[in-house]
């Protein structure tokens, strides 16, 4: 399957003005109302905070103990846990997504992380920097040196992402474990999505980030 | 060399101690014979009665009861000046008003555990069928026994399920019992610093105090009440064992590090030289003051006995399968007697059984006290975690 195939979501309303990241309102606008989700990496509590104004029972996991005492204190659903290890815990089925934000790309194995991800959950939603984006590509062409920008400031002896992917490359994963790609949007530089009516590697070249909606693909 | 000088005798008489044990200066439920406490180990407690204290009010929806459970040395008077002690209450820094559990919002209940001394039936009560102190022929109770006698007060206050139950330690061990005993019953439950089992090495601590209280000559096989007698010595050493488990190395060295008490060389005796050893002296005596040492083992052995898994074939998810209460479990990382990984496994099982659960390790150096001392990012959490809650019982928590 490539992305082509793929329906974005319609009449998402996104930007990085407000009070809430472009990449959360998307996969906000992803979740049904009324369900229960878990959110892997949850940082701060920001998209938990967002989904819970939408109704939705959220809890939380995150690596870092200032990130789960801030949230526990806003008074969200967050154990301090890792993705890597401690997604096992968690019976099949418990909820309706479960969502890895910004993640994939720290975790050490991240194909394992995905398959627990939909065993976990009926449906997962994933977003990740696209290391296809063209100023990735042009950092390491020209300037001959780990790319760093805006969202990913770090140097690539300090950095906690240690598995960074291209769009292809994860829709390439998808295939691999038999992962049904349901909607996938590609957010540009200013979180505006990459139109839909252009090539796939367009969205590859020109998407800073992807959201995948994902759900369990039937047997190969 | 000089004069040693040992453990000093208790201030306070035995009387007055034991006044408060069939007299308590708070409230009191009475059960009598037609309702007796059935025990884990076989036995029917009848009568008995629970010594209790309440602050604010019971709501019109009987929605807004907290129930406060005590640790290994607490009592009732979690926040008002101790009767005996005249210390302020144990728990002043998280209950009272302005503090996350303010009597301006809910009615907050703590009684004293069954086996305990200040006023609930216990060792050092009255037996009503000799006459004389239960000493030894008390029965043993278990964190279960506890729960199931504070569920009888519950239904004698009238109240169906509580907003929260909140523990720390073995209050922390009962919040859990509350929950896999009566999880429809717990609207949420705030266990912090405990764990669902007691560990081999707590359980060798315990078995340590319990040793030191029965090597003392003037406990008399458990019958020193009898004898107008305390076996005080043994009991402030197996306070003094038991408080360093509950402190840490770093809190230990920042607060006395190796400075002496009150002079500057050794005297080359085994006098309190050290600053530490007078701070755990006056530990050990004054804990004597207030507690009674056959109430010390019982309490002790029934946390030793505690293992929900155990009581759940083994799997601790079972004991939580389809519960609807929210949780909020708090660790402390220099907590060695209850560490942190003891609440991640019962995070684990909490996750496995898909109950709402929040999970916090607060840093600090100040070991398992921490849970009763100034932390404030502890009191945020506990804040926010009970206004979350009372958000979804629908309790009016805004300034009345």
């Known amino acids: ?220 | 060399m000089g004069s040693v000088k040992s453990i000093p005798s208790p201030a306070i008489s035995a009387d007055e101690r034991s006044h408060e044990v069939d007299h308590p200066s708070s409230q009191v439920a009475h059960f009598g014979t037609e309702q007796p406490l059935r025990l884990d180990c076989g036995v029917d407690l009848s009568p008995f009665q629970i010594a209790y204290q309440t602050y604010g009010e019971l709501n019109a929806d009987r929605s807004n009861a907290v129930l406060i459970c005590h640790a290994l040395t607490g009592d009732q008077h979690v926040a008002n000046v101790h009767p005996v002690t005249g210390k302020p209450g144990w728990w002043e820094t998280l209950v009272g008003p302005g503090r996350p559990i303010d009597p301006k919002h809910y009615f907050i209940i703590c009684s004293n555990v069954i086996g305990g001394c200040m006023g609930s039936t216990g060792p050092a009560s009255i037996n009503p069928v000799t006459g004389k102190v239960w000493g030894l022929d008390f029965p043993v109770i278990t964190i279960p026994d506890m729960v199931r006698a504070q569920a009888m007060l519950i239904d004698r206050l009238g109240i169906d399920t509580l907003f929260a139950v909140v523990g720390g330690s073995m209050g922390g061990m009962q919040v859990l019992q509350w929950t896999a005993a009566y999880p429809e019953r717990v609207f949420s439950a705030l266990a912090i610093a405990c764990a669902t089992r007691h560990s081999a090495q707590n359980i060798a601590f315990h078995e340590l105090g319990r040793q030191a209280v029965m090597a003392d000559p003037d406990w008399r096989g458990g019958g020193y009440a009898d004898h107008g007698i305390h076996p005080h010595r043994g009991l402030a050493v197996a306070r003094m064992a038991a408080h360093i488990t509950y402190l840490s190395d770093a809190a230990l060295h920042r607060k006395f590090g190796r400075r002496m008490q009150d002079r500057d060389l050794p005297t080359f005796s085994f006098d309190a030289d050290f600053q530490v050893e007078s701070y755990l002296r006056y530990q050990g005596s004054s804990f004597v003051e207030r507690f009674d040492a056959n109430s010390y083992l019982y309490l002790t052995r029934a946390m030793d006995y505690f293992d929900i898994a155990a009581d759940h074939g083994g799997v601790l998810a079972k004991a939580f399968a389809g519960i609807q209460t929210r949780f909020c479990v708090v660790s402390f990382t220099s907590d060695w007697l209850f560490p942190t990984s003891e609440s991640r496994a019962l995070v684990h099982a909490l996750n496995a059984s898909s109950a709402r659960v929040s999970f916090a390790e607060i840093e600090t150096d100040r070991g398992h006290d921490a849970f009763l001392l100034d932390v404030p990012e502890f009191f945020d959490i506990s804040r926010a975690f009970l206004q979350s809650a009372g958000k979804a019982r629908g309790l009016t928590l805004e300034d009345r």
């Not at chain 1, 104004?53 to 008074?75: F, H, M, P, Q, Y």
């Open chain 1, 1 to 220: 399957m490539s992305v082509q195939e793929v329906l974005p979501l319609n009449g998402v309303a996104t930007g990085r003005s407000g009070q809430f990241r472009a990449d959360h309102l998307l996969v906000a606008e992803m979740v049904k109302p009324g369900s229960k989700v878990l959110d892997v990496g949850c940082g701060e509590g920001d998209l938990l905070q967002l989904l819970e104004t939408r109704g939705i029972d959220g809890r939380g996991i995150e690596l870092s103990r200032e990130g789960v005492n801030r949230c526990v204190a806003k008074g969200l659903a967050v154990v301090q846990g890792d993705a890597d290890t401690d997604l096992v815990n968690y019976p099949d089925d418990a909820f309706d997504y479960v969502i890895l934000s910004q993640t994939l790309q720290a975790t050490r194995q991240p194909r394992v992380v995905l398959e627990n991800l939909l065993r976990i959950g009926r449906r997962a939603i994933v977003s990740f920097p696209n290391f296809g984006f063209w100023k990735m590509r042009l950092q390491l062409l020209i300037g001959g040196h780990m790319p760093r920008t805006e969202n990913l400031p770090a140097t690539w002896y300090d950095t906690a992402n240690i598995h960074f992917c291209t769009i292809k490359d994860f829709v390439q994963l998808c295939d691999e474990i038999n992962v049904k790609m349901e909607r996938s949007v590609a957010l540009d530089l200013y979180g505006r999505p990459v139109p839909l009516n252009l090539p796939w590697w367009v969205w590859n070249m020109f998407g800073e980030q992807a959201v995948f909606l994902l759900s369990r693909g039937g047997g190969k």
